[in-house]
Antibody, heavy 119, light 107 residues
Framework: EVQLVQSGAEVKKPGATVKISCKVSGYTFTDYYMHWVQQAPGKGLEWMGL????????IYAEKFQGRVTITADTSTDTAYMELSSLRSEATAVYYCAASSTISYYFDYWGQGTLVTVSS | AIQLTQSPSSLSASVGDRVTITCRASQGITSALAWYQQKPGKAPKLLIY???TVESGVPSRFSGSGSGTEFTLTISSLQPEDFATYYCQQFHSYPFTFGQGTRLEIK
């Protein structure tokens, strides 16, 4: 059974940095790209970027470029998403989601991690 | 970025109804479109990919069609567990984008 298990909820102050993890089991970690998707409260889904765990190559959405860093650790089959310079607008649920390396629809999803940014 | 516009944004329907949701792309995306179902407090679930291929395990009442700029998701006979929010997503080009969602409610 494929599982993507994310780290727990976070509360951060404005200007801080948050790092969320996504541990994979049930498939070969390097066979799928790992993406991160943001969902603000009551809002829709927004793609943030992806990492290829095979070589660490990343692609980021322009909106998040410069503030987001997505990495993959093949020794622990875990992907990470770090978001810096947090503002209140970053309050959201963040999902990791895996796609094949050929077609980038999201076969598997993590359970989501709520990040709250509040002073 | 490619914009996806779903219609309607919300929809009230009854169990047994046939429902169609439309997703229009701001430019051609061939068949690089997926549909997801999301229930409150849960992660999205893949229903359809490549515009018309039903994901394994998804009930046959769900179907997708279209190519280019216009796509549809159809639920042939609504079941109680189908009341949720539905999103389309294009994976033709970066940045990958989603429609704004269609909330399907019980009438």
């Amino acid at each position: 059974e494929v599982q993507l298990v994310q780290s727990g909820a976070e509360v951060k102050k404005p200007g801080a940095t948050v790092k969320i993890s996504c541990k994979v089991s049930g498939y070969t970690f390097t066979d799928y790209y790992m993406h991160w998707v943001q969902q603000a409260p009551g809002k829709g889904l927004e793609w943030m970027g992806l990492v290829d765990p095979e070589d660490g190559e990343t692609i980021y959405a322009e909106k998040f470029q410069g503030r987001v860093t997505i990495t993959a650790d093949t020794s622990t089959d875990t992907a990470y998403m770090e978001l810096s310079s947090l503002r209140s607008e970053a309050t959201a649920v963040y999902y990791c989601a895996a796609s094949s390396t050929i077609s980038y629809y999201f076969d598997y999803w993590g359970q989501g991690t709520l990040v709250t940014v509040s002073s | 970025a490619i914009q996806l516009t779903q219609s309607p944004s919300s929809l009230s329907a009854s169990v047994g109804d046939r429902v169609t949701i439309t997703c229009r792309a701001s430019q051609g995306i061939t068949s690089a479109l997926a549909w997801y179902q999301q229930k409150p407090g849960k992660a999205p679930k893949l229903l359809i990919y490549d515009a018309s291929t039903v994901e394994s395990g998804v009930p046959s009442r769900f179907s997708g069609s279209g190519s280019g700029t216009e796509f549809t998701l159809t639920i042939s006979s609504l079941q109680p567990e189908d009341f949720a929010t539905y999103y389309c997503q294009q994976f033709h080009s970066y940045p990958f984008t989603f429609g704004q969602g269609t909330r399907l409610e019980i009438k």
